[in-house]
Protein backbone atom coordinates (compact mmCIF):
# COMPACT_ATOMS: atom_id res chain seq x y z
CA UNK A 1 0.00 0.00 0.00
CA UNK A 2 1.14 3.65 -0.85
CA UNK A 3 2.06 5.73 2.42
CA UNK A 4 -0.31 8.05 3.51
CA UNK A 5 1.65 11.02 3.40
CA UNK A 6 2.31 10.41 -0.72
CA UNK A 7 -1.32 10.25 -1.62
CA UNK A 8 -1.77 13.27 0.20
CA UNK A 9 1.42 15.20 -1.67
CA UNK A 10 -0.71 17.65 -3.69
CA UNK A 11 1.52 17.04 -6.56
CA UNK A 12 0.53 12.54 -6.42
CA UNK A 13 -2.19 13.61 -8.28
CA UNK A 14 -1.04 16.41 -9.96
CA UNK A 15 2.18 15.34 -12.38
CA UNK A 16 2.49 11.85 -14.09
CA UNK A 17 4.72 9.02 -12.62
CA UNK A 18 8.24 8.92 -14.00
CA UNK A 19 7.73 6.17 -16.22
CA UNK A 20 5.60 8.13 -18.62
CA UNK A 21 7.38 11.35 -18.71
CA UNK A 22 8.75 10.26 -22.08
CA UNK A 23 4.99 9.89 -23.69
CA UNK A 24 4.84 13.56 -21.92
CA UNK A 25 7.17 15.42 -23.79
CA UNK A 26 6.15 16.41 -27.62
CA UNK A 27 8.12 15.00 -30.97
CA UNK A 28 10.82 17.03 -32.33
CA UNK A 29 9.02 17.39 -34.92
CA UNK A 30 5.56 18.21 -33.31
CA UNK A 31 5.88 21.77 -33.09
CA UNK A 32 6.32 22.96 -36.64
CA UNK A 33 3.34 20.54 -37.80
CA UNK A 34 1.48 22.40 -35.48
CA UNK A 35 2.38 25.92 -36.29
CA UNK A 36 1.65 24.93 -39.76
CA UNK A 37 -1.57 22.67 -39.41
CA UNK A 38 -2.97 25.17 -37.09
CA UNK A 39 -1.38 28.29 -37.30
CA UNK A 40 -0.02 27.85 -33.79
CA UNK A 41 2.77 30.86 -32.67
CA UNK A 42 6.12 30.43 -30.58
CA UNK A 43 4.82 30.98 -27.10
CA UNK A 44 5.70 29.90 -23.66
CA UNK A 45 3.39 29.87 -21.02
CA UNK A 46 4.91 29.68 -17.32
CA UNK A 47 2.84 28.14 -14.46
CA UNK A 48 1.98 30.89 -12.47
CA UNK A 49 0.27 29.22 -9.20
CA UNK A 50 -3.27 30.49 -8.25
CA UNK A 51 -4.00 32.18 -4.77
CA UNK A 52 -5.15 29.74 -1.90
CA UNK A 53 -7.71 31.62 0.27
CA UNK A 54 -7.46 30.74 3.99
CA UNK A 55 -9.47 28.03 5.09
CA UNK A 56 -12.76 28.32 6.20
CA UNK A 57 -13.40 25.45 7.71
CA UNK A 58 -14.82 26.27 11.34
CA UNK A 59 -12.64 25.06 14.23
CA UNK A 60 -15.28 22.64 16.05
CA UNK A 61 -16.18 21.19 12.83
CA UNK A 62 -12.00 20.51 12.27
CA UNK A 63 -11.91 18.71 15.90
CA UNK A 64 -14.84 16.89 15.16
CA UNK A 65 -13.60 15.45 11.85
CA UNK A 66 -9.74 15.00 13.57
CA UNK A 67 -11.47 12.78 15.95
CA UNK A 68 -12.58 10.32 13.25
CA UNK A 69 -9.90 10.12 11.33
CA UNK A 70 -6.76 11.49 13.13
CA UNK A 71 -5.35 15.08 13.38
CA UNK A 72 -2.93 14.28 10.55
CA UNK A 73 -5.73 13.10 8.49
CA UNK A 74 -7.41 16.63 8.59
CA UNK A 75 -5.29 18.94 5.97
CA UNK A 76 -5.58 22.42 5.78
CA UNK A 77 -2.36 23.63 4.12
CA UNK A 78 -2.41 25.53 1.41
CA UNK A 79 -0.87 23.03 -1.12
CA UNK A 80 -2.45 19.80 -0.14
CA UNK A 81 -5.81 21.66 -0.78
CA UNK A 82 -4.60 23.21 -4.19
CA UNK A 83 -3.97 19.50 -5.11
CA UNK A 84 -7.91 18.38 -4.40
CA UNK A 85 -9.20 21.71 -6.62
CA UNK A 86 -10.69 20.51 -9.42
CA UNK A 87 -10.33 17.31 -12.06
CA UNK A 88 -8.16 17.48 -15.40
CA UNK A 89 -10.45 19.55 -17.48
CA UNK A 90 -9.08 21.80 -19.86
CA UNK A 91 -9.97 24.29 -18.07
CA UNK A 92 -9.08 22.64 -14.87
CA UNK A 93 -5.39 22.97 -15.90
CA UNK A 94 -5.95 26.60 -17.01
CA UNK A 95 -7.46 27.48 -13.46
CA UNK A 96 -3.88 25.80 -11.85
CA UNK A 97 -1.76 27.88 -13.95
CA UNK A 98 -3.14 30.88 -12.28
CA UNK A 99 -6.73 31.21 -13.36
CA UNK A 100 -9.89 31.37 -10.81
CA UNK A 101 -10.00 27.91 -8.87
CA UNK A 102 -11.94 26.66 -6.42
CA UNK A 103 -10.01 25.56 -3.17
CA UNK A 104 -11.65 23.22 -0.58
CA UNK A 105 -11.39 24.13 2.97
CA UNK A 106 -9.43 20.80 4.15
CA UNK A 107 -8.64 17.64 2.67
CA UNK A 108 -9.83 15.23 4.89
CA UNK A 109 -8.98 11.42 4.36
CA UNK A 110 -10.61 8.35 6.25
CA UNK A 111 -8.84 4.68 6.62
CA UNK A 112 -12.32 3.08 6.11
CA UNK A 113 -15.94 3.01 5.27
CA UNK A 114 -17.06 3.28 8.45
CA UNK A 115 -14.84 6.63 9.20
CA UNK A 116 -15.94 7.34 5.59
CA UNK A 117 -19.81 7.32 7.25
CA UNK A 118 -18.93 9.18 10.58
CA UNK A 119 -17.07 12.11 8.63
CA UNK A 120 -20.24 12.70 6.63
CA UNK A 121 -22.26 11.86 9.49
CA UNK A 122 -20.31 15.08 11.36
CA UNK A 123 -20.65 17.21 8.15
CA UNK A 124 -24.39 17.21 8.29
CA UNK A 125 -24.21 17.82 12.04
CA UNK A 126 -22.02 21.02 10.94
CA UNK A 127 -23.49 21.79 7.88
CA UNK A 128 -20.24 21.25 5.65
CA UNK A 129 -20.40 20.15 2.26
CA UNK A 130 -18.60 17.17 1.28
CA UNK A 131 -16.87 16.46 -2.44
CA UNK A 132 -15.75 12.48 -2.84
CA UNK A 133 -12.25 12.34 -4.41
CA UNK A 134 -11.01 9.16 -5.59
CA UNK A 135 -8.57 9.78 -8.62
CA UNK A 136 -9.21 13.35 -9.51
CA UNK A 137 -9.69 12.72 -13.42
CA UNK A 138 -12.93 14.27 -13.91
CA UNK A 139 -12.93 16.40 -16.95
CA UNK A 140 -16.68 17.30 -16.49
CA UNK A 141 -16.61 19.64 -12.45
CA UNK A 142 -17.66 16.46 -11.01
CA UNK A 143 -15.01 16.77 -8.10
CA UNK A 144 -14.73 20.85 -8.10
CA UNK A 145 -15.10 21.99 -4.73
CA UNK A 146 -18.39 23.51 -4.82
CA UNK A 147 -19.76 24.97 -1.43
CA UNK A 148 -23.27 25.30 -2.19
CA UNK A 149 -25.40 27.07 0.40
CA UNK A 150 -22.53 25.92 2.78
CA UNK A 151 -19.82 27.92 4.89
CA UNK A 152 -17.11 25.37 4.19
CA UNK A 153 -16.49 22.49 2.00
CA UNK A 154 -14.33 19.17 2.33
CA UNK A 155 -12.81 17.10 -0.52
CA UNK A 156 -13.54 13.81 0.73
CA UNK A 157 -10.01 12.31 -0.27
CA UNK A 158 -10.71 8.63 -0.52
CA UNK A 159 -6.96 7.15 -1.17
CA UNK A 160 -6.81 5.36 2.20
CA UNK A 161 -9.55 2.83 1.22
CA UNK A 162 -7.11 0.81 -0.78
CA UNK A 163 -7.63 -2.33 0.12
CA UNK A 164 -8.72 -5.95 -1.79
CA UNK A 165 -11.34 -6.80 0.27
CA UNK A 166 -11.76 -10.40 -1.32
CA UNK A 167 -11.89 -12.63 -3.98
CA UNK A 168 -14.58 -15.19 -4.31
CA UNK A 169 -13.42 -17.34 -7.38
CA UNK A 170 -16.30 -19.24 -7.33
CA UNK A 171 -18.74 -16.74 -8.52
CA UNK A 172 -15.50 -14.92 -10.20
CA UNK A 173 -16.57 -11.72 -7.75
CA UNK A 174 -14.20 -9.39 -6.12
CA UNK A 175 -14.43 -6.48 -3.31
CA UNK A 176 -12.45 -3.79 -3.96
CA UNK A 177 -11.93 -0.63 -1.93
CA UNK A 178 -13.32 2.77 -3.78
CA UNK A 179 -9.75 4.06 -3.50
CA UNK A 180 -8.05 1.61 -5.16
CA UNK A 181 -6.45 3.01 -8.08
CA UNK A 182 -6.63 0.86 -11.51
CA UNK A 183 -3.15 -0.50 -11.60
CA UNK A 184 -3.20 -1.31 -7.86
CA UNK A 185 -6.33 -3.30 -8.77
CA UNK A 186 -5.07 -5.23 -11.20
CA UNK A 187 -1.92 -5.75 -9.77
CA UNK A 188 -3.95 -7.22 -6.69
CA UNK A 189 -6.05 -9.12 -9.04
CA UNK A 190 -3.40 -10.38 -11.24
CA UNK A 191 -2.35 -12.89 -7.93
CA UNK A 192 -5.25 -14.04 -8.04
CA UNK A 193 -5.33 -14.92 -11.65
CA UNK A 194 -8.14 -12.01 -12.76
CA UNK A 195 -8.58 -8.83 -14.28
CA UNK A 196 -11.12 -6.61 -14.33
CA UNK A 197 -10.26 -5.58 -18.24
CA UNK A 198 -11.11 -1.98 -17.13
CA UNK A 199 -9.07 0.09 -19.26
CA UNK A 200 -10.21 4.00 -20.17
CA UNK A 201 -7.65 6.40 -20.92
CA UNK A 202 -7.61 7.51 -17.57
CA UNK A 203 -6.46 4.17 -15.87
CA UNK A 204 -3.15 5.29 -14.53
CA UNK A 205 -4.66 7.51 -11.88
CA UNK A 206 -8.76 7.06 -11.96
CA UNK A 207 -9.85 5.04 -8.73
CA UNK A 208 -12.47 1.69 -8.41
CA UNK A 209 -15.16 4.40 -6.59
CA UNK A 210 -14.38 6.24 -9.57
CA UNK A 211 -15.15 4.11 -12.36
CA UNK A 212 -18.66 3.25 -10.01
CA UNK A 213 -19.56 6.62 -9.47
CA UNK A 214 -19.27 7.94 -13.38
CA UNK A 215 -20.75 4.66 -15.31
CA UNK A 216 -16.84 4.83 -16.62
CA UNK A 217 -16.73 2.70 -20.16
CA UNK A 218 -12.87 1.38 -20.61
CA UNK A 219 -11.05 1.22 -24.16
CA UNK A 220 -11.49 -3.11 -24.12
CA UNK A 221 -15.11 -2.81 -23.44
CA UNK A 222 -15.96 -4.39 -27.06
CA UNK A 223 -14.90 -7.84 -25.36
CA UNK A 224 -15.34 -6.89 -20.71
CA UNK A 225 -18.31 -4.45 -21.08
CA UNK A 226 -18.62 -0.95 -19.79
CA UNK A 227 -17.93 -0.55 -15.73
CA UNK A 228 -21.72 -1.04 -14.38
CA UNK A 229 -22.08 -3.76 -16.33
CA UNK A 230 -19.04 -4.86 -13.59
CA UNK A 231 -20.74 -4.05 -11.01
CA UNK A 232 -22.25 -6.90 -8.95
CA UNK A 233 -22.75 -5.00 -5.34
CA UNK A 234 -22.24 -1.07 -3.94
CA UNK A 235 -21.38 -0.45 -0.47
CA UNK A 236 -22.73 2.68 -0.21
CA UNK A 237 -21.81 5.84 3.15
CA UNK A 238 -25.15 8.21 3.11
CA UNK A 239 -26.33 10.65 5.29
CA UNK A 240 -28.91 9.02 5.94
CA UNK A 241 -26.64 5.64 6.93
CA UNK A 242 -24.61 3.37 5.18
CA UNK A 243 -26.56 1.59 2.37
CA UNK A 244 -25.67 -2.02 1.32
CA UNK A 245 -27.29 -3.31 -2.13
CA UNK A 246 -26.29 -6.19 -4.63
CA UNK A 247 -27.81 -9.79 -3.61
CA UNK A 248 -27.48 -11.83 -6.61
CA UNK A 249 -26.59 -11.56 -10.26
CA UNK A 250 -30.03 -10.61 -11.47
CA UNK A 251 -33.16 -10.19 -9.44
CA UNK A 252 -37.20 -8.81 -10.24
CA UNK A 253 -37.40 -7.57 -7.03
CA UNK A 254 -38.34 -3.97 -8.71
CA UNK A 255 -36.08 -1.30 -10.12
CA UNK A 256 -32.50 -2.14 -9.78
CA UNK A 257 -31.33 0.49 -7.44
CA UNK A 258 -27.87 -0.54 -7.43
CA UNK A 259 -27.81 1.04 -10.61
CA UNK A 260 -29.07 4.21 -9.39
CA UNK A 261 -26.19 4.61 -7.35
CA UNK A 262 -23.66 3.56 -10.29
CA UNK A 263 -23.42 6.69 -11.96
CA UNK A 264 -24.36 8.90 -9.13
CA UNK A 265 -21.24 10.77 -8.99
CA UNK A 266 -21.24 11.32 -5.08
CA UNK A 267 -24.34 13.36 -4.86
CA UNK A 268 -26.42 10.56 -3.97
CA UNK A 269 -23.85 8.63 -1.28
CA UNK A 270 -19.99 7.70 -1.24
CA UNK A 271 -19.15 4.48 -2.68
CA UNK A 272 -16.85 3.11 -0.44
CA UNK A 273 -16.74 -0.40 -2.25
CA UNK A 274 -17.56 -2.33 -4.92
CA UNK A 275 -17.85 -6.01 -5.79
CA UNK A 276 -17.17 -6.55 -9.16
CA UNK A 277 -16.82 -9.39 -11.99
CA UNK A 278 -13.69 -10.28 -12.67
CA UNK A 279 -12.39 -12.73 -15.47
CA UNK A 280 -8.71 -14.96 -15.83
CA UNK A 281 -6.53 -12.86 -17.27
CA UNK A 282 -6.11 -13.97 -20.68
CA UNK A 283 -2.71 -15.95 -22.03
CA UNK A 284 -2.45 -14.09 -25.47
CA UNK A 285 -2.92 -11.30 -26.99
CA UNK A 286 -2.90 -9.62 -30.40
CA UNK A 287 -3.47 -5.63 -31.36
CA UNK A 288 -3.92 -4.99 -35.18
CA UNK A 289 -4.54 -1.72 -37.69
CA UNK A 290 -6.57 -1.46 -40.31
CA UNK A 291 -6.86 1.54 -42.52
CA UNK A 292 -10.18 2.24 -44.90
CA UNK A 293 -10.89 4.66 -47.12
CA UNK A 294 -13.22 7.59 -45.57
CA UNK A 295 -15.50 7.42 -42.88
CA UNK A 296 -18.42 5.59 -44.23
CA UNK A 297 -16.33 2.39 -44.93
CA UNK A 298 -14.61 2.79 -41.06
CA UNK A 299 -18.52 2.94 -40.11
CA UNK A 300 -19.63 0.21 -41.71
CA UNK A 301 -17.15 -2.39 -40.81
CA UNK A 302 -17.49 -1.27 -37.09
CA UNK A 303 -20.93 -1.26 -36.85
CA UNK A 304 -20.78 -5.13 -38.64
CA UNK A 305 -18.56 -6.16 -36.39
CA UNK A 306 -21.03 -4.53 -33.22
CA UNK A 307 -23.96 -6.20 -34.83
CA UNK A 308 -22.94 -9.36 -36.56
CA UNK A 309 -20.86 -10.71 -34.14
CA UNK A 310 -17.37 -9.61 -33.97
CA UNK A 311 -15.37 -11.19 -31.41
CA UNK A 312 -12.51 -8.56 -30.14
CA UNK A 313 -12.05 -7.32 -26.69
CA UNK A 314 -10.99 -3.38 -28.56
CA UNK A 315 -12.42 -2.08 -31.73
CA UNK A 316 -11.49 1.57 -32.10
CA UNK A 317 -12.07 4.03 -35.60
CA UNK A 318 -10.31 7.26 -35.75
CA UNK A 319 -11.63 9.76 -38.79
CA UNK A 320 -9.87 11.00 -41.38
CA UNK A 321 -8.52 14.02 -39.08
CA UNK A 322 -7.33 11.74 -36.00
CA UNK A 323 -5.72 9.61 -38.25
CA UNK A 324 -4.21 12.23 -39.52
CA UNK A 325 -2.40 13.18 -36.00
CA UNK A 326 -1.87 10.26 -34.91
CA UNK A 327 0.50 9.10 -38.17
CA UNK A 328 2.29 12.82 -38.52
CA UNK A 329 2.64 13.18 -34.23
CA UNK A 330 3.61 9.62 -33.89
CA UNK A 331 5.36 8.69 -36.98
CA UNK A 332 7.26 11.59 -37.92
CA UNK A 333 9.14 11.24 -40.71
CA UNK A 334 7.51 7.67 -41.58
CA UNK A 335 4.21 9.54 -42.54
CA UNK A 336 5.47 10.43 -46.24
CA UNK A 337 6.35 6.53 -46.58
CA UNK A 338 3.17 5.48 -45.48
CA UNK A 339 0.84 8.09 -46.96
CA UNK A 340 2.65 6.67 -50.37
CA UNK A 341 2.11 3.03 -49.12
CA UNK A 342 -1.83 3.97 -48.53
CA UNK A 343 -2.38 5.95 -52.03
CA UNK A 344 -1.00 2.85 -54.16
CA UNK A 345 -3.40 0.14 -52.54
CA UNK A 346 -6.21 2.79 -53.53
CA UNK A 347 -6.79 4.70 -50.12
CA UNK A 348 -7.22 8.39 -50.36
CA UNK A 349 -8.55 9.25 -47.03
CA UNK A 350 -7.30 7.33 -44.50
CA UNK A 351 -9.12 6.28 -41.47
CA UNK A 352 -7.42 3.38 -39.14
CA UNK A 353 -9.10 1.10 -36.98
CA UNK A 354 -7.21 -0.34 -34.31
CA UNK A 355 -8.36 -4.48 -33.38
CA UNK A 356 -7.84 -5.95 -30.39
CA UNK A 357 -8.39 -9.89 -29.66
CA UNK A 358 -7.33 -11.34 -26.31
CA UNK A 359 -8.00 -15.30 -25.74
CA UNK A 360 -6.58 -18.18 -23.29
CA UNK A 361 -4.36 -19.58 -26.08
CA UNK A 362 -2.84 -18.75 -29.02
CA UNK A 363 -6.04 -21.65 -30.96
CA UNK A 364 -8.66 -19.03 -28.97
CA UNK A 365 -7.25 -15.84 -30.42
CA UNK A 366 -6.89 -17.12 -33.58
CA UNK A 367 -10.42 -18.46 -33.56
CA UNK A 368 -11.44 -15.08 -32.23
CA UNK A 369 -9.45 -13.00 -34.96
CA UNK A 370 -10.55 -15.09 -37.84
CA UNK A 371 -14.24 -14.83 -36.65
CA UNK A 372 -13.88 -10.32 -36.90
CA UNK A 373 -11.91 -10.71 -40.33
CA UNK A 374 -14.47 -12.76 -42.07
CA UNK A 375 -17.06 -10.06 -41.66
CA UNK A 376 -14.64 -7.37 -42.98
CA UNK A 377 -13.48 -6.08 -45.98
CA UNK A 378 -11.76 -3.69 -48.54
CA UNK A 379 -9.47 -2.73 -45.59
CA UNK A 380 -5.05 -2.34 -45.92
CA UNK A 381 -3.50 -4.04 -42.93
CA UNK A 382 -0.80 -2.52 -41.13
CA UNK A 383 -0.53 -5.31 -39.17
CA UNK A 384 0.46 -5.44 -35.64
CA UNK A 385 2.83 -2.81 -35.11
CA UNK A 386 0.22 -0.19 -35.96
CA UNK A 387 -1.83 -1.97 -33.10
CA UNK A 388 0.91 -2.27 -30.47
CA UNK A 389 1.35 1.27 -31.37
CA UNK A 390 -1.52 2.57 -30.44
CA UNK A 391 -1.57 0.08 -27.41
CA UNK A 392 1.90 0.95 -25.40
CA UNK A 393 0.77 4.96 -26.35
CA UNK A 394 -3.12 5.07 -25.25
CA UNK A 395 -2.47 6.38 -21.86
CA UNK A 396 -0.39 9.25 -23.40
CA UNK A 397 -2.62 11.48 -24.27
CA UNK A 398 -3.28 13.31 -20.70
CA UNK A 399 0.46 13.14 -20.16
CA UNK A 400 0.64 15.19 -23.09
CA UNK A 401 -1.87 17.69 -22.42
CA UNK A 402 0.82 20.03 -20.33
CA UNK A 403 3.26 20.33 -23.17
CA UNK A 404 0.94 21.58 -25.26
CA UNK A 405 -0.51 23.49 -23.51
CA UNK A 406 3.04 25.38 -22.97
CA UNK A 407 3.31 25.44 -26.29
CA UNK A 408 0.35 27.57 -26.55
CA UNK A 409 -2.14 25.07 -27.74
CA UNK A 410 -6.00 24.47 -26.30
CA UNK A 411 -6.36 20.56 -26.13
CA UNK A 412 -9.79 19.53 -24.93
CA UNK A 413 -12.23 16.42 -25.59
CA UNK A 414 -15.68 15.74 -25.61
CA UNK A 415 -17.63 12.58 -25.97
CA UNK A 416 -21.49 11.75 -26.98
CA UNK A 417 -23.21 8.60 -28.27
CA UNK A 418 -26.03 7.79 -30.49
CA UNK A 419 -27.84 4.86 -32.78
CA UNK A 420 -26.18 4.47 -35.94
CA UNK A 421 -28.53 5.80 -38.22
CA UNK A 422 -28.23 9.24 -36.32
CA UNK A 423 -24.17 8.85 -36.01
CA UNK A 424 -22.92 10.67 -39.46
CA UNK A 425 -25.48 13.70 -38.76
CA UNK A 426 -24.13 14.02 -35.00
CA UNK A 427 -20.60 13.94 -35.73
CA UNK A 428 -21.46 16.54 -38.44
CA UNK A 429 -23.35 18.69 -36.18
CA UNK A 430 -20.29 18.46 -33.90
CA UNK A 431 -17.80 19.17 -35.85
CA UNK A 432 -19.26 22.26 -37.57
CA UNK A 433 -20.01 23.79 -34.19
CA UNK A 434 -16.67 23.22 -33.44
CA UNK A 435 -15.15 25.00 -36.26
CA UNK A 436 -17.56 27.62 -36.21
CA UNK A 437 -17.07 28.53 -32.56
CA UNK A 438 -13.15 27.99 -32.95
CA UNK A 439 -11.73 28.97 -35.86
CA UNK A 440 -10.46 32.85 -36.23
CA UNK A 441 -8.23 34.29 -38.23
CA UNK A 442 -4.55 32.97 -38.16
CA UNK A 443 -6.37 30.00 -35.87
CA UNK A 444 -7.35 26.66 -37.62
CA UNK A 445 -8.83 24.37 -35.11
CA UNK A 446 -8.45 20.34 -35.58
CA UNK A 447 -11.23 18.64 -34.54
CA UNK A 448 -10.74 15.32 -34.64
CA UNK A 449 -12.86 12.40 -34.14
CA UNK A 450 -12.94 8.48 -33.41
CA UNK A 451 -15.72 5.72 -32.26
CA UNK A 452 -14.61 4.56 -28.85
CA UNK A 453 -17.18 1.71 -28.05
CA UNK A 454 -19.52 0.57 -30.62
CA UNK A 455 -22.78 -1.81 -29.74
CA UNK A 456 -25.93 -3.43 -32.16
CA UNK A 457 -27.67 -0.74 -31.97
CA UNK A 458 -25.27 2.76 -31.79
CA UNK A 459 -22.00 3.94 -30.96
CA UNK A 460 -20.38 6.65 -28.73
CA UNK A 461 -17.88 9.35 -30.64
CA UNK A 462 -15.17 10.75 -29.07
CA UNK A 463 -13.68 14.44 -30.16
CA UNK A 464 -10.31 16.15 -29.52
CA UNK A 465 -9.57 19.39 -30.17
CA UNK A 466 -6.59 21.14 -31.43
CA UNK A 467 -6.31 25.10 -31.88
CA UNK A 468 -4.46 27.94 -30.71
CA UNK A 469 -5.39 29.59 -27.57
CA UNK A 470 -6.84 32.69 -27.33
CA UNK A 471 -6.16 35.57 -24.99
CA UNK A 472 -9.06 34.96 -22.61
CA UNK A 473 -9.15 30.70 -22.67
CA UNK A 474 -11.84 30.58 -20.78
CA UNK A 475 -14.47 32.25 -22.47
CA UNK A 476 -12.41 30.43 -25.91
CA UNK A 477 -13.28 26.79 -24.51
CA UNK A 478 -16.67 27.70 -22.70
CA UNK A 479 -18.00 29.14 -25.69
CA UNK A 480 -17.11 25.99 -28.23
CA UNK A 481 -18.13 23.47 -25.53
CA UNK A 482 -21.54 24.88 -25.51
CA UNK A 483 -21.76 24.98 -29.13
CA UNK A 484 -21.20 21.09 -29.29
CA UNK A 485 -23.61 20.46 -26.19
CA UNK A 486 -26.07 22.65 -28.35
CA UNK A 487 -25.34 20.38 -31.42
CA UNK A 488 -25.30 17.39 -29.60
CA UNK A 489 -29.09 17.62 -27.69
CA UNK A 490 -31.37 16.41 -29.59
CA UNK A 491 -29.13 13.93 -31.40
CA UNK A 492 -27.72 12.36 -28.74
CA UNK A 493 -26.53 11.60 -25.04
CA UNK A 494 -24.93 14.58 -23.69
CA UNK A 495 -22.43 12.08 -21.96
CA UNK A 496 -21.21 8.49 -22.60
CA UNK A 497 -18.72 7.73 -20.37
CA UNK A 498 -17.88 11.42 -19.01
CA UNK A 499 -20.34 11.73 -16.73
CA UNK A 500 -22.60 15.12 -15.68
CA UNK A 501 -20.95 17.06 -13.17
CA UNK A 502 -21.32 20.60 -13.72
CA UNK A 503 -20.63 20.88 -17.52
CA UNK A 504 -23.50 18.76 -18.30
CA UNK A 505 -25.62 19.40 -15.86
CA UNK A 506 -27.64 22.11 -17.58
CA UNK A 507 -28.78 19.58 -20.61
CA UNK A 508 -29.71 16.87 -18.24
CA UNK A 509 -33.44 17.81 -18.22
CA UNK A 510 -33.71 17.82 -22.38
CA UNK A 511 -32.39 14.28 -22.00
CA UNK A 512 -34.12 12.97 -19.24
CA UNK A 513 -37.07 15.51 -18.68
CA UNK A 514 -37.86 17.28 -16.60
CA UNK A 515 -39.61 14.87 -14.61
CA UNK A 516 -36.43 12.74 -14.65
CA UNK A 517 -35.04 15.48 -13.30
CA UNK A 518 -37.29 15.81 -10.62
CA UNK A 519 -36.80 11.75 -9.59
CA UNK A 520 -33.54 12.27 -9.04
CA UNK A 521 -33.80 15.52 -6.93
CA UNK A 522 -36.43 13.28 -4.83
CA UNK A 523 -33.94 10.81 -4.42
CA UNK A 524 -31.08 12.96 -3.81
CA UNK A 525 -33.32 15.08 -1.00
CA UNK A 526 -34.60 11.85 0.47
CA UNK A 527 -30.77 10.31 0.68
CA UNK A 528 -29.24 13.95 1.24
CA UNK A 529 -32.16 15.85 2.99
CA UNK A 530 -29.66 19.06 3.59
CA UNK A 531 -27.54 18.76 0.27
CA UNK A 532 -24.23 18.43 1.84
CA UNK A 533 -22.95 15.79 -0.61
CA UNK A 534 -21.36 17.27 -4.15
CA UNK A 535 -22.88 20.39 -4.40
CA UNK A 536 -24.14 21.66 -8.08
CA UNK A 537 -23.10 17.97 -9.39
CA UNK A 538 -25.87 15.88 -11.42
CA UNK A 539 -28.89 17.24 -10.05
CA UNK A 540 -29.17 21.17 -10.25
CA UNK A 541 -32.47 21.86 -11.86
CA UNK A 542 -34.05 22.37 -15.10
CA UNK A 543 -32.45 23.75 -17.90
CA UNK A 544 -34.15 27.41 -18.11
CA UNK A 545 -36.39 28.07 -21.09
CA UNK A 546 -34.70 29.37 -24.51
Given at each position: ?T???????PYA??????A??????L?????G???ER??LR????????????E?A????A?????AI???E?????A?T?L???G?????D?????????D??D???????P???????E????H?I??V??G?????VGG????R??????????LA???????V??V???????????A??A?RML?A??Y?????P??F??????G?????S?GQ????Y????A??E??R??T????W??G???A???GP?L?Q?????E???G??T??A??V???P??????????D????GVAA??????????CS??????P???E??FT???GW???A?R??L??R??V????LV??W?G???A?????????L???????S?G??????????RFA???Q????????VC?E?????????RL??LR?A?R???LD?????G?R??V????????????????TV??????D???QWT?A??A??EAITG??T?????A????H?P?LAE?I?????D???S??R?LD?T??LN??K?V?????A?
Amino acid sequence: MTPVADHLDPYARATWTPAGAADARLPAHAAGWLRERIGLRDVRTPVVHPDVPESALPGDARAALAAIVGDEHVRTDARTRLGRSGGLSYLDLVAHRGGQIDVPDAVVAPADPDAVQRVIESCVEHDIAVVPFGGGTSVVGGVKALRGDKAAVIALDLARLDRLVSVDPVSRIAVLQAGVVAPDAERMLAAHGYTLGHFPQSFERATVGGFAATRSSGQASAGYGRFEAMVEGVRVATPRGEWRLGVAPASAAGPDLKQLVVGSEGAFGVITEVALRVRPIPEVQRYEGLVFDGWAAGVAAVRALAQDGGRCSVVRLSDPQETEVGFTLKGGWKITALRRYLRARGVVEPCLLVLGWEGRDKADLAARRRATLRLLSGYVSLGTAAGEAWRHGRFAGPRQRDALMDAGVCVETLETATHWSRLDALRAAVRTALLDSLTTAGRRPIVACHISHSYETGASLYFTVLVPRSDDPVAQWTDAKRAACEAITGLGTISHHHAVGVDHAPYLAEEIGGLGVDVLASVKRELDPTGVLNPGKLVVGRRPAR
